[in-house]
């Protein structure tokens, strides 16, 4: 069975950093796009940060483009998500993705997306 496991978030205050891992399991994902993704209570999953196959291309939202960096380690299967000067604006639930492509073209539509882990809880507080 093919997984996507999330860890590392937790509450921080207001500039603070958190490093969030996606381990996959169950198959290897080291030619796929993946992409990191949050939802906050009561608005829509967004897109926050994506890494190409061989970790050479990243892609980032606006909102946290200059603070996150995305990673691929290709020989442990996990991806990773440093998130540096935190603000409250970023507390949701953050999902780590895997498209079925190397293809990075519409690395920030959810629907380029077909595993998705079960998330894992990231509060900012003021």
């Known amino acids: 069975q093919v997984r996507l496991v999330e860890s590392g978030g937790g509450l921080v205050q207001a500039g603070g950093s958190l490093r969030l891992s996606c381990a996959a399991s169950?198959?290897?994902?080291?030619?796929?796009?993946m992409g990191w993704f949050r939802q906050a209570p009561g608005k829509e999953r967004e897109f926050a940060a994506a890494v190409s196959w061989s970790g050479l291309s990243t892609y980032y939202a606006d909102s946290v483009k200059g603070r996150f960096t995305i990673s691929r380690d290709n020989a442990k299967n996990t991806v990773y998500l440093q998130m540096n000067s935190l603000k409250p604006e970023d507390t949701a639930v953050y999902y780590c993705?895997?498209?079925?492509?190397?293809?990075?073209?519409?690395?920030?539509?959810?629907?380029?997306?077909?595993?998705w882990g079960q998330g894992t809880q990231v509060t900012v507080s003021s």
């Open positions: 993705a895997a498209s079925p492509l190397r293809d990075t073209t519409y690395y920030h539509a959810s629907t380029f997306y077909n595993t």
């Open positions: 169950g198959r290897t994902f080291s030619s796929n796009l």
